[in-house]
């Protein structure tokens, strides 16, 4: 083994940055904390931004225009997916991850500055659909950029555990943005919150950002991009996805679809549900996230771990399973018994099931695109997924609740695209061979792991 590592200095730094890649999983981890702290923390204050930024007489078209700017961002990602993504496979996974880090600090420095309608009318609105476009087009690559980035500095068969890191460091985000959020709404008056207490949450966020610009400078790039860069590639990214890949990323977003609007609706929307059907203090609901944020920072990893034992499609599949069964009856518990003590239980279960499903994703997205489209694959299939059912899906069941006057409208929309992600894992199982070509261990054979772009194509065809 010495005499293996010894061989020469490339070589050995080769299997130190595999054996022990923590550097570079904090480095792709702290952009997704931000991107996510920033989505949250939005998401969290919609009551208090739709009466800041959008007010109207009527308290219910204020949030639906609130929660719709929220949305709007996620009309962003597709082009950040395409632009960043065929970047991450161009210039390599670091350059796109410190732009990435970059553009988003911007989107974030505007609302935090942002004057009020009161102050300057109409342009105000605007200003923060604007800023939400930044942030939705970074976030747009920053998901395949850092996913990538994590794959391929791990040790092959413990990609499921590292990769999984990006899921818990979405738990650390929830962790931070409730907590702050929490702090605020004990320690300041209503009206303190609205005049000034809501940019407080958004400018923690802010901070962090040029510590993640730094960290990002500092680490190196990936061996396989290294090695895939000293050969010329002929083929556009973009063009290899859309075209050879395609299958692929079709059911890749069918797959992503019912995680996200499970995790966007019982995760993201929650605190706000909380406050305006169950009536329950802004406290306590930010308190309920809080607790989902823990669970799913403790717990992501370890199912990323079972992934890598038992397999993606086997732990994924039963994940979403139980998100779509479970659904129903979480709503239903929380309206039976609207206490804080049923809010904080739900929650913890959330955020159990939110891990289940997250934790296995990164890596099996990763492991079914080659190196040199792994970036734009990933950033393609991540974020049209969580635009068309994610992002929205707080709208939606807005709308859904208004239109309907039933509180459990939400759970309706979770099983309709659990359904669509149940489906699309037993397509994408037997397009794989999932029986043959993935082994116990959760990771895509020899043939399959090792395989060269032009032996990908005749496996996917």
Known sequence: MSAQVQSSDRGAL???????PWKEICAASIGNALEFYDL????????????????TADETTSLLLSVGTFGISFVMRP?????????????????????SIAIMMAGTAIIVFAPTYFQIGILSPLTIIVARMLQGFSTGGEFGAATAFMVEHADSKRRGFFASWQSSTQGLATVLAAGVSALISYTLTESQVNDWGWRVAFGVGLLVGPVGLYIRSQIDETPEFTKLAAVKQDNSPLSAVLVRDRMNLLLGIGVVAGVTAFN??????????????LHIPATSS?????VTGVVLMVTAPLFGTLSDRYGRLRVLSIAVLMACLTSYPLFLMQTLWPTVITLLAVQALVGLLIAACLGPIPAMLSEIFPTNTRGTGLALTYNFSVTFFGGFAPLIVTWMI???????APSFYVIATSIISITALLALGQRLGAVDKFSRSGTPSADHAARSDSSYSELIS
């Not at 966007?264 to 059907?277: E, I, W």
């Open 402 to 408: 208004a239109a309907t006057e039933n509180k459990m």
């Open 79 to 99: 082009l950040g997916a395409i632009i960043l993504g065929s970047y991450t496979d161009r210039a390599g996974r670091k350059a796109s991850l410190t732009m």
């Open 264 to 277: 966007y609706v019982h995760k993201v929307y929650m605190p706000t549900y909380a406050l305006t059907q």
């Open 14 to 20: 080769s299997v130190a940055t595999v054996r022990n």
């Open 40 to 55: 949250l923390i939005y998401g969290y204050f919609a009551v208090v931004i739709g009466k800041q930024f959008f007010p």
């Open 286 to 290: 930010f308190v309920g996230a809080l």
